[in-house]
């Protein structure tokens, strides 16, 4: 069996057009090799943050990604700095302690890290 391609992706803007920039990365890459093919995960943290919140724009797309197998997870140091706790998030994303360093070890660990 081969080895799977790894894809990190940091979303760091309160942009939605970046935000879907980041979304249609992580689909495409899918399409392209195959959903079973690829380990992508989606960091968000400083004003990137916003795209997990309940309420978000991108809500309906968070979700629908992580139910294709992209993990997206927020940073925990940027929620505890905007006050924001897990009831504030959308249900479907996981949590790190610190978005910076889930990238620095991702890219360690062989992921391409894509910023959009």
């Not at 195959?34 to 992508?40: A, L, P, Q, Y």
């Not at 990137?48 to 629908?64: H, Y």
């Amino acid at each position: 069996m081969s080895q799977k391609e790894k894809l990190v992706l940091q979303v760091s803007d309160s942009d939605p057009k970046k935000w879907n920039l980041a979304l249609n990365n992580a689909k495409n890459v899918q399409d392209a090799l195959g959903r079973d093919k690829v380990e992508i995960e989606l960091v968000a943290y400083g004003p990137g943050i916003d795209m997990l919140k309940l309420g978000s724009t991108a809500g309906n797309r968070v979700n629908d990604a992580v139910a294709s197998g992209v993990k997206v997870v927020a940073c925990e140091n940027t929620m505890e700095a905007q006050k924001l706790t897990r009831a504030d998030m959308l249900k479907s994303i996981s949590y790190v302690p610190a978005g910076v360093i889930e990238l620095m070890q991702k890219q360690r660990q062989g992921y391409a890290y894509i910023r959009p």
